[in-house]
């Protein structure tokens, strides 16, 4: 297990932070975010041409990187402390790991050395009603007319479903689920950009009328989901104590300034504790996320129990430092201009992303049999 980050990912983690913060600060946060598309497209050719970051974890063969998934929480950390509108989590995350999973050598060749360079968003299509993860398809379907399939149903809460150019869909068939993947321009598929809690992400939702779809071939569809749902769990993580360590910054900086009585507000003991607590939050999470993603690089064996781990704990805690920083800058009459509002926004809308903190914990609870 790999605890601490050695020089070369260190660097990268320097060079990332650099990046954001020079190339998003927080004016270019909201314009971003404000815009049609509700992220900035040249942060992402650069992040892509320079960087090389939507690739971290592709296979050389397909142009990637060849790192692993550790790198790629460490581009999720900085990616989550910045708030950087992207696509990376629905593209560079969820739909590379479903095509990575999936045994079609085809739609891997085609796909993703374009969506390594940048020049291709895919998001993968699985939630319905509530948000959950269906592993039989839900109540989407495909049917089949000779070679041809059209699938019927609705999927929500697609990450990056509004601006994909190829949505990966899980759907039932008369054979139990299977993968489709479907053009979001053709016939019959409709997407409407969900009104959400975060402004600097968007979900989608994607309404499918015999709209037209290929099959992708995959012997197991549903341990590709519980795979690619671990691995997002992961990546989620990262981008979650990105935000609480940055969270936690802004109020320990506004503690140090904040005078009340005449003493510096982060001199009283409440308040002393309360940032100890985050603080123990941020160091507890952390380890479990190092933890996590050396697994799903290294023991797959042990990637689901450090995946359901890393979601129950760290989800709740960003949440707990999104609302501390939110009211330890209570003193400066809290307005729309301060970032706090974006980070506690952002905390709670990933606690609900993936599912409940309650259901988290009980998949916790069901890989420790308990």
Not at 261 to 272: I, N
Not at 309 to 333: D, S
Request: with cysteine.
């Amino acid at each position: 297990m790999q605890l601490v980050l050695d020089p070369e990912q260190q660097e990268l983690r320097s060079a990332v932070r650099k990046f954001l913060t020079d190339q998003s600060p927080s004016a270019r946060v909201r314009s971003a975010m404000e815009s049609d598309d509700g992220y900035d497209r040249e942060l992402w050719r650069r992040m892509a041409t320079e960087l090389g970051l939507l690739g971290l974890a592709v296979p050389e063969r397909y142009d990637g990187a060849g790192a692993g998934h550790v790198e790629r929480a460490i581009v999720q950390e900085e990616l989550g402390r910045s708030l950087a509108p992207s696509p990376f989590l629905g593209s560079a995350v969820l739909a590379t790991d479903t095509l990575l999973a999936l045994d079609d050598e085809a739609a891997r060749a085609e796909l993703l050395p374009r969506m390594v360079a940048g020049e291709l968003i895919a998001a993968v299509a699985v939630a319905e009603g509530g948000g959950a993860w269906d592993r039989t398809g839900g109540a989407t379907t495909a049917s089949r007319s000779g070679d041809a399939w059209t699938l019927d149903g609705t999927k929500t809460a697609v990450v990056a479903g509004d601006v994909a150019d190829v949505l990966l869909v899980l759907a039932s068939t008369s054979d139990g689920p299977g993968w489709f993947r479907v053009d979001p321009s053709a016939s019959g598929v409709t997407r409407t950009t969900l009104t959400t809690l975060d402004p600097t992400r968007r979900l989608a939702k994607v309404a499918f009328a015999k709209a037209p779809a290929t099959a992708l071939a995959s012997a197991d569809a549903a341990a590709v989901l519980d795979l690619v749902a671990d691995l997002g769990a992961v990546a989620l993580a990262a981008e979650q104590l990105g935000g609480l360590q940055r969270a936690l910054e802004m109020a320990v900086d506004y503690a140090k300034v904040r005078v009340q009585f005449g003493r510096p507000v982060g001199s009283y003991q409440a308040v002393k504790h309360g940032l100890a607590d985050v603080y123990s939050d941020w160091e507890q999470g952390l380890s479990a996320l190092r933890h996590a993603s050396w697994a799903a690089d290294h023991a797959r064996d042990e990637l689901p129990l450090a995946a359901a781990l890393v979601a129950a704990y760290v989800g709740p805690a960003y949440f707990r430092a999104g609302t501390l920083c939110v009211q330890y800058h209570g003193g400066i009459g809290y307005t729309w201009e301060h970032d706090a509002h974006l980070y506690y926004k952002r905390a709670k809308s990933t606690e609900l992303l993936f599912g409940s903190p309650a259901r988290n914990r009980a998949r916790l609870a069901d890989r420790l049999g308990v």
